[in-house]
């Protein structure tokens, strides 16, 4: 379990700055060219609501499952393939 836990965050981990670049609106094949190859398998279940009808992805913040932040993801959200909304999510453990 404890390997798993590192390979998941640290192969879905979205770089803050390529995070930043990326606007609502982008196309999602555009947004894909930053985007790791995998993306993060839990829900946090924390922030607002997505979009209806709209699909959703994590994205590990960082690759270290076992700091303070280990929590933290990055949400992107698609519909009609357009990027409709993105969102920093934190949990306190």
């Not at 965050?9 to 606007?23: C, G, I």
């Amino acid at each position: 379990m404890l390997g798993y836990l590192v390979f998941d965050a640290a192969t879905s981990v979205l770089h803050p700055t390529d995070y930043q670049r990326l606007s609502p609106g982008q196309a999602e094949s555009e947004v894909a060219d930053v985007l790791p190859a995998r993306t993060r398998v839990d829900d946090p279940g924390t922030g607002p609501p997505p979009r209806a009808g709209a699909t959703c992805r994590y994205y590990s913040t960082h690759p270290n499952p076992f700091d303070q932040r280990r929590h933290d993801l990055y949400r992107l959200c698609f519909l009609g393939g357009r990027l409709v909304d993105k969102a920093l999510l934190t949990r306190d453990p």
